[in-house]
């Protein structure tokens, strides 16, 4: 279950960097708890949506279990990873890489 549940156990949290190793301030973070192979339609509105915050840092209380997290910001290429979150914490940082079709643009 995601933050809206009256209780979640544990947290998710990282931080987001571009290919310099530079923190990316307000990058968007969607997170949808993974239901394994169900043929059932995802459930998206319990997904949740947060902003890293100023130091490119994100944290938020869940429930213990699978999570498909993708980070997304500006001229970046979205990253999308599946994270597993223990009792206490799941751990997850992302590098972001600047978008192709950005970079082509930029040379023209």
Do not use: W
């Not at 990282?14 to 968007?28: H, N, R």
């Not at 994270?83 to 930029?106: C, N, P, S, W």
């Amino acid at each position: 279950m995601l933050a809206q549940d009256a209780h979640p156990t544990a947290r998710l949290y990282g931080k987001v960097k571009d290919e310099s190793g530079a923190l990316i301030p307000f990058a968007s973070v969607l997170v949808h708890r993974d239901r394994g192979a169900s043929r059932e339609a995802p459930d998206l509105s319990s997904d949740l949506r947060l902003k890293v915050n100023e130091r490119g840092e994100f944290s938020v209380p869940v429930d213990p279990g699978l999570y498909d997290v993708v980070v997304f910001a500006g001229v970046f290429s979205p990253q999308c990873a599946k994270v597993r979150v223990t009792e206490e914490a799941g751990q997850r940082d992302f590098t972001l890489h600047i978008d192709v079709a950005y970079k082509l643009m930029k040379t023209d």
